[in-house]
């Protein structure tokens, strides 16, 4: 579909200044006698025993043709050896020869050394945001795809509480068009938790991917003396699929065991019909439902509570 703004002309801008950053329109890459194709396939087979001619064109996109007279060239250089797979004589398994190990080191070497070039005048907080930068294009863009996608569940660091109510902000009113007050009552439930945060009995989960905070959710104390409450559980669209929002809650069931919680809470929607499977499915009732006006739209207030 046609795009209407800005986005494809930034797109392309952006991948002009990449590419001439990186240097990768020179004709040789980083001065190396191989192209930058060149350099990639060399690098899969330096980072696997084997691997077939299929996948390589496959995870990298090549062109069969293509990538055969280059395999046909390393193969009579002496820098990858080829056979057949055993039970499949149609398939080639190519591996890296100690001589192409050798002729790739260097331009790994010297890749590594730009990078670090590049980012050297970087703070530790610039060089975060920038990996998340690039997270964030690598998740959208794989998302709906098979790539492989592996997310970390983690400890908030600095700037997380202010993502979280952001991002809750933005999806919510993208998904569901809650207006401004559901981000001030976001703030303020992250405000409460900072500002009476208690290490043995609260805990945040950060859910990140590729480098960027992804998901989100809280175990907090509950007014009632030996209930937890769970809150703000988030994940993000280009994160979805990953199983990250049962992760997210079994984290927090758990560490409510742990902190010698009898019962967990929590209040959600009637429209926010994935979380309400999650919870049914991790053992939670819903014991309460109102219907109310709330955020600019009619809602289903619903409270579901666990035993633990």
């Given at each position: 579909m046609p795009v209407a703004d800005t986005t494809v002309a930034d797109i392309r801008r952006f991948n002009r200044f990449y590419t001439q950053r990186l240097g990768i329109l020179q004709e040789a890459w980083l001065d190396s006698p191989f192209s930058l194709t060149e350099a990639r396939v060399l690098y899969e087979l330096c980072t696997h025993d084997t691997l077939t001619a299929t996948r390589i064109g496959s995870d990298?996109?090549?062109d069969?043709?293509?990538l055969s007279r280059m395999l046909r060239a390393f193969e009579k250089k002496g820098l990858i050896q080829r056979r057949p797979a055993p039970g499949d004589a149609r398939q080639n398994l190519v591996a890296i020869t100690p001589k192409g190990r050798k002729a790739f080191a260097p331009l790994e070497a010297t890749s590594e050394s730009k990078v670090a070039q590049s980012i050297a005048k970087l703070g530790?907080?610039?060089r975060r945001r920038l990996v998340a930068a690039m997270g964030t294009i690598e998740n959208l863009l794989s998302a709906g795809t098979d790539r492989r996608r592996e997310a970390r569940i983690r400890a908030p660091r600095h700037g997380d509480f202010g993502w979280i109510v952001a991002r809750h902000a933005e999806l919510y009113?993208?998904?569901?068009g809650w207006t401004e007050p559901f981000?001030?009552?976001c703030a303020g439930i992250v405000a409460d938790?900072?500002?009476?945060f208690d290490a043995k009995k609260e805990r945040c989960f950060i859910a990140e991917l590729n480098g960027e905070p992804v998901g989100s959710a809280f175990l907090a104390k509950d007014a009632k003396p030996g209930i937890a409450r769970i809150r703000l559980v988030l994940v993000d669209p280009s994160a979805r699929g990953l199983g990250l929002?049962?992760?997210l809650t079994h984290e927090c069931i758990k560490f409510a065991r742990?902190?010698?919680?009898?019962g967990i809470t929590l209040w959600t929607h009637s429209v926010l019909v994935a979380a309400r499977d999650i919870y049914s499915k991790a053992g939670f009732t819903l014991t309460s439902s109102e219907p109310k006006k709330s955020w600019g739209q009619d809602v289903v207030s619903e409270i579901w509570d666990m035993k633990l």
């Amino acid at each position: 579909m046609p795009v209407a703004d800005t986005t494809v002309a930034d797109i392309r801008r952006f991948n002009r200044f990449y590419t001439q950053r990186l240097g990768i329109l020179q004709e040789a890459w980083l001065d190396s006698p191989f192209s930058l194709t060149e350099a990639r396939v060399l690098y899969e087979l330096c980072t696997h025993d084997t691997l077939t001619a299929t996948r390589i064109g496959s995870d990298l996109g090549l062109d069969p043709g293509y990538l055969s007279r280059m395999l046909r060239a390393f193969e009579k250089k002496g820098l990858i050896q080829r056979r057949p797979a055993p039970g499949d004589a149609r398939q080639n398994l190519v591996a890296i020869t100690p001589k192409g190990r050798k002729a790739f080191a260097p331009l790994e070497a010297t890749s590594e050394s730009k990078v670090a070039q590049s980012i050297a005048k970087l703070g530790k907080t610039d060089r975060r945001r920038l990996v998340a930068a690039m997270g964030t294009i690598e998740n959208l863009l794989s998302a709906g795809t098979d790539r492989r996608r592996e997310a970390r569940i983690r400890a908030p660091r600095h700037g997380d509480f202010g993502w979280i109510v952001a991002r809750h902000a933005e999806l919510y009113a993208e998904e569901y068009g809650w207006t401004e007050p559901f981000e001030g009552l976001c703030a303020g439930i992250v405000a409460d938790f900072l500002n009476s945060f208690d290490a043995k009995k609260e805990r945040c989960f950060i859910a990140e991917l590729n480098g960027e905070p992804v998901g989100s959710a809280f175990l907090a104390k509950d007014a009632k003396p030996g209930i937890a409450r769970i809150r703000l559980v988030l994940v993000d669209p280009s994160a979805r699929g990953l199983g990250l929002g049962r992760k997210l809650t079994h984290e927090c069931i758990k560490f409510a065991r742990k902190a010698g919680y009898k019962g967990i809470t929590l209040w959600t929607h009637s429209v926010l019909v994935a979380a309400r499977d999650i919870y049914s499915k991790a053992g939670f009732t819903l014991t309460s439902s109102e219907p109310k006006k709330s955020w600019g739209q009619d809602v289903v207030s619903e409270i579901w509570d666990m035993k633990l």
